[in-house]
């Protein structure tokens, strides 16, 4: 069954460092998404992306976060200056709005650990 | 009017029993609402999703259960196992490929 695959699974950064989040969607879905999860709490939307834009965003994707594709197959999540609070899981997932199919395929994360 | 509202927090219940988890929703917009099962470390993983347009779904031991017009819609897992035990998201998408919003999970342990 085809994957989402995120790298690194565990990332540790000094804060104020920047970051670089990395994610390979399923090769024929056409959106994308990057969701995080603090700790033992729910998944918190962050952005949408399409055709090369970000189509929505939440207020937690501030100036400090970038999106990507930098070519046909990754999709990256910039932070540019980390904040304790950024520590959380984040999930890339993907979807295609092919016929019948309404499935969002998550990744397995990378826990971004800020000190 | 985005929020989805996931009870009860937690549950346990033994090997064999039925376990129910509870959303509620107000955007009326709303169009698709999948369940997710997430185990430690890992990410969330599609169970189940109902569309609005049906009242009833199963697969497999799980059932989603939708009712419109009380904006309200349940998992059921029958004969529930160990390996069951996870935490569980409800979710609501309000149109073709846009944001899911998830509720705030429900941590079900089943005893032996």
């Known amino acids: 069954e085809p994957e989402v695959t995120q790298t690194p699974s565990h990332q540790v950064t000094q804060m104020g460092q920047e970051v670089i989040l990395r994610c390979v969607p399923i090769?024929?879905?056409?959106?994308f998404y990057w969701y995080r999860q603090i700790l033992g709490q729910k998944v918190e939307f962050l952005v949408s992306f399409y055709n090369n834009e970000i189509s929505e965003k939440s207020e937690i994707f501030d100036d400090q976060f970038s999106v990507e594709r930098p070519d046909g197959s990754n999709f990256t999540l910039k932070i540019r200056s980390t904040k304790l609070e950024d520590s959380a899981m984040y999930f890339c997932?993907?979807?295609?709005?092919?016929?019948?199919?309404?499935?969002?395929?998550f990744g397995s994360g990378t826990r971004l650990t800020v000190v | 009017q985005q929020q989805v509202k996931q009870s009860p927090q937690s549950l346990i219940v033994q090997k064999g029993g039925i376990p129910i988890i509870n959303c509620a929703y107000e955007n009326t917009a709303f169009d698709y609402f999948p369940w997710y099962q997430q185990f430690p470390g890992k990410g969330p993983a599609l169970l189940i999703a109902i569309r609005p347009d049906v009242s009833e779904k199963k697969e497999g031991r799980f059932t989603i259960s939708f009712n419109k017009s009380a904006k309200q819609f349940s998992l059921h897992i029958m004969d529930s196992q160990p390996g069951d035990s996870a935490t569980y998201f409800c979710a609501a998408r309000a149109g073709t490929a846009s944001k899911l919003t998830f509720g705030t999970g429900t941590r079900l342990q089943v005893t032996l």
């Open positions: 997932a993907s979807t295609s709005t092919g016929m019948g199919n309404y499935g969002y395929t």
């Open positions: 090769s024929n879905h056409l959106y």
